[in-house]
T-cell receptor, first 107, second 112 residues
Framework: EDQVTQSPEALRLQEGESSSLNCSYT??????LFWYRQDPGKGPEFLFT???AGEEKEKERLKATLTKKESFLHITAPKPEDSATYLC????????FGKGTSLLVTP | DTAVSQTPKYLVTQMGNDKSIKCEQN?????MYWYKQDSKKFLKIMFS???????INETVPNRFSPKSPDKAHLNLHINSLELGDSAVYFC???????????FGQGTRLTVV
């Protein structure tokens, strides 16, 4: 059975303080590892898809990387508007999500 | 234009009632999903459906049933609502084959 574990559960950063979120996974036949952002009261919003170990993708202050067992979402010099829950998922017959990391960036 | 839209956004109902949540996507996708997000924010797949097959998460009670009148719509019917059904329900869609999913804004269901 596909499993996705995210850590930490919650993270508080000062504005400008870089950090990384972890997503470890087990899946039979990876069809994609996905990162989403979810703001309170809204649906998850797509950030990245990674398909193979060694792949990296970037968008503004975010960079996602993938190995055979885990993925990292690196946040460089975060701003308060980056505060959200970040969700990692792997694709079986549907996206199977981890429990998310709740990020709070304070000014 | 909203890609995936759900109605209603909020639904408050009494135990034992039957209710439906509607979902429509205008992306031309061939696969639609229903997810349940509990109070701890864990997003769990309930159903995956395209015109070829319906895949049901085995943990979903049979009081829940998806109904698809056409490729662009997947409605969720819930019979005999229970307190534990209170959650936020998200509809999503994607192209078949491991592509990214687009989510609706969610329906917050409260059973009293």
């Amino acid at each position: 059975e596909d499993q996705v574990t995210q850590s930490p559960e919650a993270l508080r950063l000062q504005e400008g303080e870089s950090s990384s979120l972890n997503c470890s996974y087990t899946v039979s036949g990876l069809r994609g590892l996905f990162w989403y952002r979810q703001d309170p009261g809204k649906g998850p919003e797509f950030l990245f898809t990674l398909y193979s170990a060694g792949e990296e993708k970037e968008k503004e202050r975010l960079k996602a990387t993938l190995t055979k067992k885990e993925s990292f979402l690196h946040i460089t010099a975060p701003k308060p508007e980056d505060s959200a829950t970040y969700l990692c998922a792997v694709h079986g017959y549907a996206l199977n999500f981890g429990k998310g990391t709740s990020l709070l960036v304070t000014p | 234009d909203t890609a995936v839209s759900q109605t209603p956004k909020y639904l408050v109902t009494q135990m034992g009632n039957d209710k439906s949540i509607k979902c429509e996507q205008n992306l031309g996708h061939d696969t639609m999903y229903w997810y349940k997000q509990d109070s701890k924010k864990f997003l769990k797949i309930m159903f995956s459906y395209n015109n070829k097959e319906l895949i049901i998460n085995e943990t979903v009670p049979n009081r829940f049933s998806p109904k698809s009148p056409d490729k662009a719509h997947l409605n969720l019917h819930i019979n005999s609502l229970e307190l534990g059904d209170s959650a936020v329900y998200f509809c999503a869609s994607s192209q078949e084959g491991g592509r990214r999913a687009f989510f609706g804004q969610g329906t917050r269901l409260t059973v009293v």
